[in-house]
């Protein structure tokens, strides 16, 4: 009983920290799809609400009444064991349903769901707290997406709109820990989420891997560090490009992160506070994996392994800038708080990309039923990166969580830490 109302209380603290992150917007900001990698945040609203009412509601009621029906169909997103679905590169098109009326098909969807859990027998309670939980997880990660999202859809508009007022100063320009390399001794180890507490399928199952000895560097690059690079012709040099990332080079004229832009003799970004000069001593965000694999080669360096980076982070505790401290951007590593022979900022600030692609785990098995479309599905031509971000919630994140994109994505909130052989 104790557990099953802590279940409730959770998934409405979690619905509402969702619509909390939507206070700053305004009616047409919930529309606009700015590319088709971007979903209108009123899209993300409904699509997390219909994930409940999908997967739960329709299966746990009988005759269960739809709020709509035509909301199975706008809202699933690529699960097509469950049905067809709305065309993603779309979604900007829709105009109907209202967000009011998506507000309300949440309140509804909230109701349903507390009233389920409420009134359900401890047999059902069973098979119910688990894709309870996997629902909540997948709404955590909507709320980073809405974050990624706006900052995208204000990015596009030549108004450069804010989505925060800039209460939030700019961090005076810091002295920063040097950047260092730690080595750590490899040898027969094991990855992936040990034990019987939430994890996606695509953790499992825990296995052992071997690891030579390596180098893993104490931080993430920075802002500073990456316009060295940048400065040195980074973008002009084919010979430190992977052959699809010189492509991107020159297909989209990459020149800068995505955000970037030289203003006069200064470099600006967009952030969710609005435009703002460079942060120097901030870990440099919204590159592609492309360019931190540039970046590696230029250093004499490499990307960590993502086992690497799970043996490593293991060892440390689960701390680091999240979306509860409300700071909406990756801060810098304050020599105040380094520490010489420890590793930083593992956690939050940014999701680190890693030298390893998306494959499954020796042994790995998706979820049963249409649930098992959730991650299994995706595993070719995209890369791993790990730890979070200052949009990831500290109560989504693990050692072991394997995040997953494209190697030319660049809106996310992405950033990337040096490693070496020995
Ligand atoms: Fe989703």
Known sequence: MIYKCLVIATFEKIRGFTEKLCKPLMTEDYVIQSMPDVSPPKWHLAHTTWFFENFILSKWIQNYQPVCPDY???????????????????????????????????KIINERICQLLAQCSERAKKELVPLMTLGIHHEQQHQELLLTDILHIFWINPLKPSYLKNSQKEHLEISISPHSFLSLSGGLLEMGHPGDSFSFDNELPRHRVFLDEFQIGNRLVTQGEYLEFMEAGGYQKPELWLSDGWICVEKYQWRAPLYWEKIGTHWWQMTLFGMQRLQLSCPVSHISYYEAEAFAKWKAKRLPTEAEWETCASTYPIQGNFVEQELFCPQPLSHRFSQNGSIHQLYGDLWEWTASPYQPYPGFKPLPGSIGEYNGKFMCNQMILRGGSFGTSETHIRPTYRNFFPPDTRWQFTGFRLAGDR
Do not use: D, M
């Open 72 to 106: 199975f169909f706008l809202f699933n997103s690529y699960y097509k064991t469950v049905g067809e679905h709305f065309t993603r590169s779309q979604r900007g098109l829709l105009s109907r349903p209202s967000v009011e009326e998506i507000y309300q098909y949440r």
